[in-house]
């Protein structure tokens, strides 16, 4: 027994020292790989950022439609480089991607192919319809797109998306304008714009006016730029554009042009559109019914006027 007993203590050092080498040999840890499917979606973005910035979405949302009822089968998200595609069965459809993009351009009415619209907000149904001005938001659309059925040994499919604005960028320039620097707000009005664009066909429906909003102001140059985005305008009929602006002293300054010449000029790719606005601004007098308040431009309600 106590032989026995020697015999174990003098072994246990020599254990314990081969332990670590035990664990090494014994657990491995082998990374788990996912199984890569033979279908896969890419993602091919034109961009159109003549005047308005436009950035690739970080997520893109993808609707598989039937391609004769359309109404929607699935839907699935996915970073702009693209990726794999499973649990799809073979055949035709109907498909739209579309950024998930936070702005002025709603996707709306997502389940059905035949209603699916590029929209924005609606600020003034009568006596004209008046929306806010769009954004840029990437959109795709392929009708039909084939499934084709794979086997092993098949090459594998890639389903190419191409990716474009609904949008047309413009820029409107305001020349004439004394005081510049004491422009309060500005509002451009476009009469003979498209209201909506259907998604399916990739086609503008109903006209109405658009309400602009951005601009920036070049003091030194004396000039006032507008950029602005649109569903598209109409062939037919004046395009009228009415520009407002309130100054510092809260009085309103507003002319209408017919801009119709401009904007229908085959040789204005730059859609541009210049307006000479012969106004002089003029800033917030000091008196003793209106006293002095620090930071009054910055805290004084604006009014838009429509």
């Not at 174990?8 to 254990?15: G, H």
């Not at 004769?68 to 996915?78: A, D, F, N, P, T």
């Not at 006596?127 to 098949?154: C, F, M, W």
């Not at 066909?201 to 602005?228: H, R, T, W």
């Amino acid at each position: 027994m106590r032989l026995r007993f020697v015999v174990f203590i003098l072994a246990a050092p020599l254990v314990l020292l081969c332990l670590p080498f035990l664990f090494l040999v014994s657990c491995t840890r082998d990374p788990i790989y996912d199984e890569v499917s033979q279908y896969r979606i890419s993602f091919d973005m034109d961009r159109n950022d003549l005047y308005c910035q436009e950035k690739d979405p970080e997520l893109i949302q993808v609707v598989f439609y039937d391609i004769q009822s359309g109404k929607k089968i699935r839907e699935l998200y996915m970073g702009p480089e693209g990726g794999y595609l499973y649990d799809i069965q073979p055949g035709d459809y109907a498909i739209v991607a579309f950024g998930m993009d936070a702005g002025r351009t709603d996707i709306e009415y997502t389940k059905d192919l035949n209603l699916l619209r590029a929209q924005t907000k609606v600020l003034q149904k009568s006596p004209e319809k008046i929306i806010n001005s769009p954004q840029h938001r990437l959109v795709g659309t392929v009708i039909p797109a084939t499934i084709p059925y794979l086997s092993e040994a098949d090459e594998p499919c890639v389903l190419n998306i191409p990716m474009s604005s609904p949008c047309d960028s413009w820029k409107v320039t305001v020349t004439g304008i004394k005081g510049l620097q004491f422009a309060s707000s500005v509002n451009l009005y476009l009469s003979n714009q498209v209201c909506e664009v259907s998604l399916k066909e990739m086609k503008g429906e109903g006209l109405c006016s658009i309400n602009v909003k951005d601009y920036q102001i070049s003091a030194l140059e004396g000039l006032l730029e507008i950029p602005f985005c649109t569903f598209g305008m109409s062939p037919e009929g004046p395009i009228t554009a009415r520009l407002v602006i309130e100054a510092q002293d809260r009085q309103f300054h507003s002319q209408a042009y017919d801009v119709s010449s401009q904007v229908r000029d085959p040789g204005n790719t730059q859609h541009s559109i210049i307006l000479d606005f012969q106004t002089e601004l003029l800033p917030l007098v000091q008196g003793g019914l209106d006293p002095q308040a620090d930071e009054w431009d910055e805290h004084r309600e604006h009014i838009d006027v429509l």
